[in-house]
Every structure is written in structure tokens, then in C-alpha cells.
């Protein structure tokens, strides 16, 4: 284990002063133009030296015939170049002085038997001169608090709390869109490739020890130290979730995995059985992984799996509650007393059960303030969910026909709907219970944005907020079996 | 079994020349005069007759303070009206010779015993005038080819090809906006409520005529009559395939679904076999629910489960190829000639197996043109599955970086991404095979919403897509079982 986190040798690699950089060029359909572009576009703050044989400038940067030319001694070197010089640029990294790398291109151990001896050199390389490398075949990493994204796409958003481990670099770079939209982000990720000399447990000890790493997502075709990762995540899992997308379990899955980064898979069994050891939530789909991050890094910890279901319709009702059984979430019978602070808001064509079924309301702030409090306040259940309309076309709609002009109305609605929104969300902050919307409208719509960016997961379906919601009650069982497990050693 | 449309008791309901509406005012923030004013908005044809017991005009049209006053008898009464009065209304409606009617108002069976008299009532009604009617407790219809929506909600997007019948009205009007991200609309669509007079059969039975619905969608707490419902479904399936969620088959699920309609679930392992005995196909979700609509709505039959899959991303091939095997769909090896001619696209640092995985193209047209033309030719393969990574902004920074304004930018990327979107959409139609796409992105991205206008399912992840494929190969199966049988007979 690691004193500190500097003790890393992923530290320089994700917090270097300087880099050099082999592949980019002034060619802008080339994957190192990009991937150099991506790292200006963000705004390193540290020196950038395009090494190029001819150019004497790459994208108006002053460029170098050969890393020997360089005023400095980098602390990191990405080599996005032809298969065949790889090793070649790597040696002379290594006489420069460099000793961290990453090296996005391909044409090693994926390919099979030929590349398997190409590997191999590069690995022989690293070891004469003491150089660490992620890759090869990787798309390298991001770590947006330092404004390093070596990756073939834009950083979108801020840095946020996710540490990722990937083996798969789209599941890096691509995924920069995608959860920039829930208002999440990196803190920082790694894509390993083939982990000739760095693997997806080395990032696992990194991102253990980063201060600004809240959980932990892990993309996996297979695991190459399956007893150091066990014991890695045990010793990650009292401080920080993990989760992790497994896809070697089929046979049509094992045999993509091999051709896309050469790992050896194992049945879903042998995986189902090392994650539950490692105290790992084992994620079935990329968006399911980060849905459980979300509720992960944004919520408290539940009392137990208990959960009452707020709605204004019987069938979204019906749907949450038919999930949370098929997951094993509880619905407790709501107490007297609850019932009683209820009643003045339920119609009498509403439900006082659970799901609590408001139909109507007469004062639709209820909906977000009063009806909340008290279900919150409900000693039998420990998580609130909370079904959302997203109810601006009908504000709107209510607002035009008073008379007001279609910008009126919208002006006036949005305050409304800020108003609602800032409620909710306060009430996680008053009642440190775990609180998660569902809508069947698109999460891109001004009212949920509006939740999500308070710090509300709203999740598309009742399907998807209850198996995030079930992978933040397994966290805390695993956990405290970890912990009891570890005092008993 | 009608002989045509016309016989249904449903047609004059969704097909009504006139209608007498009870419940609307001028107080905006009921929920009758919400249901008035989508009535309106949609720009229903016929007359509207607003019934109020004290308004002169409600919503700027003239009201009649009685049904007794209305100058000629409505083909449909529709009422939003307290429960206390309904049965009062509904015996006017009849004396006046209204022979149809929607009761919205809520308060019956779903109530308990008190309710269950007061909906005998209604249904003794009912038979003395010989009126049909839907609900009570339900939100009513829509039927966009007729402008007609009693719905709370308005109705957007164009008239479809999904004829719905839901034991909740929030899966009518709620899906409004959904569906109409997808670019798919309702051909006719009923919320059924309590079913006292009009159940789900008897909507099958109308949707199975209706010219206009191409694929039936159901959501189901309880089904009322069993045997008919599968003989009403196996006499559908070989014309158009039936999809449902059901959500009794947790017992949460299935008391949630009791206190919402009154309706009596079964074991998941029983509808089960009603649904396989019926012909119809089960979904998990409501997006599951309309993600097989879309795939059954809008693509050819396969030939068979063999899928190839083409990406330029090993990781989102492996999530696809792992999906697959998961759901028992195959992933044949390629052809000799197919692999032949693929190679000049590919990178060697690419993959010609299954999954096709491209990596970097140099011509960007390549992947939407001459790669799928290839895996559309192949013999081996029934359906096409590719991943979209949206590239709207590499190819805007690209020419940002030629020089190009921010503006000229995006025109340009426009027009790129319009021709790629076509010539996709070509292929569908040229090679008469299914063909599916899966991004990461959000659907409401330029480039996705293009592909999806132009007839092309994308759905957000391979999970999503994949389970709506294995609906579209099971349909076929199970036609072919029904028709074998009936064959027999």
C-alpha cells in the first residue's frame, strides 16, 4: 500500500509540469492532432513539446526534431505514432531521462503472436530505464482539476468526483458528454489499454488514495491480478464505493474483450463471486455504472432499504413500487401519524399508502415542500423517491391563458419551477435521507436540469433509480461486512 | 370478432363528430378545463358543447346549464365532474339519446366497498340506456388522426403508428413528449381506468382494425378476462404484434396496481404464459415497452437472431457483443468474401471479426455508406447493430481549426451529418434487413435526431437496443407458432 499518493507512479502521469508529445501534426484529421488539441483545448497549464521529424511548428506551437532537442527533461511522454516506432521513440524517452509514459497506439498484444513480441520489447525498454507507461493501446487520461485531458475528445463540464479505471478508452473520452449532462465529472481517469507495465489495480490504488475521487467506476473485460485486486478493493471499500461494469461473463462478450485489448475473461460466476469478495457493485451497462456513482458520490447513507414512493399518478406509482420489489427495496406501510400530517393534501380520490398517490393538487408547491417533510419524517422508511411530470408545459399553459404572452409565461414559470426545485433540494440537506426523482421525460428538460444541478439524481424511469438506489444499500451492507471483518483480524 | 371498425364501441369514442364535456370552467387549474383546453389546443373539428350548471360561456365558448339544452344529441359525453355527481350526469346523458361516454372522475372501485356500489351504479346505468362508456378513473384518448385528445396533456408531435390501451391514464398523456423524441406518435391511444363497461379486450379488438396502428402497446396491473384476452391476441398477432408491461407480478407491484384501479394481479409466472400463449411480448419497462414498439413499427422482419455489429470503439463493441449473448442473440463469424471486402477500410490496428471494430477512419463517409453496404450483404447476417459516437464536434473542431468561423463551422457540420444520416437511411430501405443504432449521446443530438427522423431506431446504449431486437426476432417466432396452430386447426 501507498504512504501517500505522490508514492503513485500514476502521480506524474496524471499531475505532470511537462509533456512531450510524439504524433501530433498539422494534419487536423490525424488521431494525435486531436488528442493534442483536446489537451490545449483545456487549457494545460504546464510546457507542451510537439516532437515532430519534419514540422517546425505543430498547431503553432514551436515543435522538435527528436525528444533529445527538448529544453527540459519532461516528466511525461504520450506517444500516439505508427506501431512500428513505437519502441524505438520509447528508448530515447528512456536516454532523454523520461520515466513516465503513455502510449495510445496500437498493434501489440490485441493483435495476437507478433504483437504479443512487440509488448514484450516495450516492456523490456521500461524496465532498463525505469520507465512506468499506461498502455499501449490506451487513449491515455483525464484529470480536469489539473486541466490534463490527453484524450481524443473535449473535456465537457467540471471536474467532478468520479475516479474511473477503464479498459476500454470510449468509456474515458466518451463518456465526457454523457455525464457532463447529469452534472457530473471526472476527477480523474484512466485508460489502461493493454497493461503491459500499469493495470486497472494500480488505478484503483491511485484513485483510493485521491483526495477528490468519491467512488470509484471500473470498466473490466478482465482481470489480470485477481488476488491483488480483491485485496485492493478491501482496502478501498471502507473509505470509497467501487463499481464495476463486467462484460467478459458471455461467450460473445469474453470473445470481443480478447480482440479489442487481448484480456482473459472468466464465466460471470468467478466474477460475481470476486466482486461480492471485494465488496464491488457489479453494474450491468455503462449508464447503469454511472447511475451508481451518482448515487453514491450525491447521497447520504440509508438507514436500511426501506423506501416510500411520492406520486401524483397511480400507473408511475405502480411502476416504482413493481422495481423496487423485483430489487428487494421495501415499502413500509406508512405509520398513524403519518397518515394523519398527510391527510389534509391527498384528495379523496388519492392513495394515503404507499406508493402515496397525491393525484390532484389544488397548491402544487405542496408537491416539492410539505408532502416531502412529512414523508421524510416517517421513521419507517429510510430513502424517498419521488415521481416528477416535469409540469412546465402545464404552468405554462395555465400562465398563457390568464393572459400572459407565451416569454411572460416562460419567464414566470421558470421562477416557479426554480422555486420548486431549490425546495427539494434543500430538504436533503435538512433531513440526511437519501432522496431520488423519476421522470419519463427526457432529463435534458429545464425542470430536471434544474434538480440535477442541485444535487438531486433524477434518473429516467423507476426501473434505473432503483437499482442505483439498491447499489447504495448494497454499498453500506458490503461495507460493514468489510469493517467487521477486518476489527475480527 | 367485428366485422369492421364501425361495429366497436370504441369508434364512436375516438371517432365523435360532437361532444358534450362536463367538468371544464374557467377556473384554469382544474383538471377539467385542463382536458377542455387540450381538446382545443389539438384543434379538434366538431362541435364542443361545454355543460355548466352556471357559466355562461366556459373557455370563450358558449355553456349549456344542462345536457337537456344542447341543440342536437353528442355522439360522446366525456365527464370530469365530482364523483358525487356522475351517475346523476350520466342518466341525463342517456335520457338526452347520448349513447357513448368517457367518465375521467375518480372515486369507484378503486375506493373500496362504498365505491364499488357507486360504480354498479354507473354500469345499471349503463344497460338501461344502452350506453358504453370508459373509465370511470381513467384520463380518456386520444386519437391525433381525428385531433382528438381528452387528455390532460397536450398532444405533440404527428399522428403515429402505436395503438395503446393502459390501465393508467399517466402512460397516455405522460408519453406524449416522450414518444415525440423518438419521432413516434399514437394512432389511437385509451386509458381504460376501472374498466366497468369497456376493458382492455375490447380495445385490442378496435386496435386490431385500426388502419392507423401498426404495433398495440399495453400496460397492464390486471388482466379481467383471460381467455378472451388470448384469443383476442392470437387472432391479432398475425396481422400486427401486441407488446405489455405488466407490473402485478411483484406483490408491491401488484398492491400498488390493486389501490390505483381496483384491478386483481396474478404471479409474473402466470402471465407469463398468458403472454406466450397469446402471442404477445413482455416488456420490463416503458421504455422497454415503446423501444420494441419502434423496432416492430419501423423495421423489416429478420430473417433470423444473427447480428453483426459494427463500431470504431472496442469497448462499445464489447458491451454490444456481451448484450447478445445475454439476450440469445447470435454473432456469426464473417464470411471469407466479407472480410474481403472489408479490408481496405480497416486499420491494422482495427478488428475484421464480430464486432467490426473500424478504430480510426480516414474517410469519416466510409462508415455510413460502403462499411454497413458490406455487413448488409453478408449472408451470415440477419440484422445490422452500429454505434454512433455522434461526431458533430470533432468534425466542428476540425474546421474550426481549418480556419473556418464558429458559424460556418456548424453549417458546414451540418451538412455533413445530414449526408450521413441519409445515406444510413438509404441502406434500410435498399437492403430490406433490420438495422439498429446505439450511441452513448444524448437522442436529442443533432446527429441522433436526424437518424431517427429519417426511420432509423437509436437507442441510448446496446442493452436498450438489444432487447428491443430480440423483441422484433421473438414476434416473428411467435407469429410463425400462431399461424402454424391456427393452421392446423
Known sequence: ??????????????????????????????????????????GFEGAIYPVHPKEEHVQNLKAYRSVHDLPEVPDLAVLVVPTQ??????????????????????????????????????????IKYGIRFLGPNCIGVANPYQKLNTTILRYLGDPGFIGMASQSGSFVTQMFNYISHLSLGFSTAFSVGNEANIDIVDCMEYLGKCPNTKVIALYIEGIRRGREFVEMARSIIPYKPIVALYVGGSETGRRAGFSHTGALAGSDQLYDGVFHQSGVIRAYSIGELFDMCWTMGCLPEPKGPRVVIQTHSGGPGATAADSCGREGLELPALSHNTIKKLSPFIPNTGSIRNP??????????????????????????????????VPSQMVNRALEHMGLSKDQAIEQGAKLINAQCKSIAQLLEIHKKPIVGYTYRGIQEDFTKNLIKQGLPVFQGPERAVRALKALVQYYRLREEILANNSRV
Chains 1, 2 share one sequence.
Do not use: W
Not at 7 to 34: C, D, H, R
Not at 95 to 109: D, E, L, N, T, Y
Not at 361 to 378: A, C, G, Q, R, W
Open 85 to 126: 516506432i513505437v519502441s524505438e521513440l520509447l528508448e530515447e524517452c528512456g536516454q532523454k531521462g523520461i520515466r513516465h509514459a503513455i502510449i495510445v497506439s496500437g498493434g501489440f498484444k490485441e493483435m495476437g503472436s507478433e504483437g504479443v513480441n512487440r509488448e514484450q520489447e516495450l516492456i523490456e525498454i521500461a
Open 356 to 389: 402515496v398517490d397525491i393525484t390532484f393538487t389544488k397548491n402544487p408547491m405542496d408537491y416539492f415542500s410539505d408532502i416531502p417533510t412529512v414523508l421524510l419524517e416517517e421513521d419507517n422508511a429510510d430513502i424517498l423517491l419521488i415521481y416528477f411530470l
Open 1 to 42: 500500500m501507498l504512504n501517500s499518493i505522490q508514492e503513485s507512479p500514476l502521480y506524474p502521469i496524471v499531475n505532470p509540469k511537462s509533456i512531450a508529445f510524439f504524433g501530433a501534426s498539422n494534419n487536423l484529421s490525424a488521431m494525435g492532432t486531436n488528442q493534442f488539441n483536446s489537451l490545449r483545448d483545456l
